[in-house]
């Protein structure tokens, strides 16, 4: 399970700069340019500045391209941790602004996405983070699906027919059924009720004080490969933070996957939920225990790869973990064929 943090994340001065602040986490895909691009050529009134983290493992993007692709906004490269929870809470601290808006360089943003987030942080200064519409990039025959899981909320993802007849997968959608604005619901986890990081605002001086705003512990260059967001948003729900659906701010997700690649990001997803709600279990939060019974029971039921008990399940989930030796770090985007 992810231990507790040893250092306390400081926000810095409550409210910060007017403005927002727009950062991004990258481990050097070609893409990190055109999702700059989309940004650029959309509203930039509301933004300050632009935050690459660079989490290459040599610190090899450059700055000079970006800055030119990014004129006239300024841009800052941070060098980042190597994971991408560590990756964005260097980007919370050295923010300009109260406002962070984060996406994933495989993602691109809608021409009003900041202006819409911007906004929306500005008519609800008690939210403390809003998750906007991520879709599929089009594709011939992409369809939007989506699944009722019991006690969570509603799971969704993009479908489409790839050549040959592969079934090709898309993660980290929104689903047309979650409410728009303050979610009410019992502590749960994000992704069942308003969204992934992939689509995110966070207002800094509205974190939880004395622990980091993402669990480095979790997510994508980590052991457990994702779940950093899953276990953010329980615990901001947890502690009564309020969260919030803003669909009017979009995001396509550029990242359609054969099916070997989707089994791969299933079983990173599968790690990091368990992981996220295993850390509150094992604080003793009972309603994390509930969820977690609840998703595993689902993951059993539902599950496309015959799974049929617990057992199955971890093995799948973890299976290439031998026992005391450090877990070999994983991203959703590590099997690429």
Known sequence: MTGSPSLPFSAGPAGGDAG?????????????????????????????????????????????????????????????????????????????????????????????????????MASEPDVAAAFGRVEPVPRPGGR???????????????????????????????????????????????????????????RRSLMLPERPVFLPGLGPGTGAGSGEDTEFGYALMAAGRTLAHVPRAGMLHDSWLRPAQAEWTHRCYLRGTLEALGHHVMLGDERASALLVAYLRYFRDDNGYGLGDLGEILEWGYGDHVAGRPRQQRRKSDLTL
Do not use: H
């Not at 660079?54 to 190597?82: K, V, Y």
């Not at 489409?160 to 986890?189: F, H, R």
């Open 20 to 120: 927002l602040t727009v950062a991004v986490c990258s481990v050097g895909r070609p893409v990190l340019t055109r999702a700059l691009s989309e940004l650029v050529a959309g509203d930039t009134s509301e933004i300050t500045e632009v935050l690459v983290v660079d989490n290459t493992p040599e610190g090899s993007l450059e700055r000079e391209p970006l800055a030119d692709l990014l004129a006239p906004l300024p841009l800052r490269i941070l060098r980042g941790p190597g994971g991408t929870s560590g990756g964005r809470n260097l980007a919370i601290e050295q923010a300009a602004t109260d406002v962070v808006l984060f996406f994933d360089d495989d993602c691109l943003p809608s021409r009003s996405w900041a202006r819409e987030m911007a906004r929306y």
């Open 144 to 202: 939007v699906c989506t699944d009722k899981v019991p006690l969570l909320g509603s799971s969704a993802w993009g479908e489409a027919d790839g050549p040959n007849g592969e079934k090709l997968w898309c993660p980290a959608v929104s689903s047309p059924y979650w409410q728009d604005g303050i979610i009410t619901a019992d502590p749960t986890v994000p992704w069942a009720v308003v969204g992934s990081s992939n689509n995110m605002a966070l």
